[in-house]
């Protein structure tokens, strides 16, 4: 099953999806996001919570 994520759902407003085979992949590509498209240097652990109860299985 891969992974999806919506940005929307932790920064309102952005329609980026991400979508990966497995979730670490899936975290990289959502740090990367975060930093050219929100300006988000450093992922803290609130941040990544969040983002992790947006993943859904697709
Ligand atoms: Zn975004």
């Known amino acids: 099953m891969a992974k999806q994520m919506r940005c929307a759902d932790v920064v309102p407003g952005c329609d980026y999806t991400a979508w990966a085979e497995t979730e670490e992949e899936l ?3 959502v740090v990367a996001h975060a930093r050219t498209a ?7 652990p609130e941040v ?9 299985d697709v």
């Open 27 to 29: 975290m990289e590509l």
């Open 38 to 44: 929100h300006g988000i240097e450093e992922v803290t």
């Open 48 to 56: 990544a919570e969040k983002v992790q109860e947006a993943i859904q």
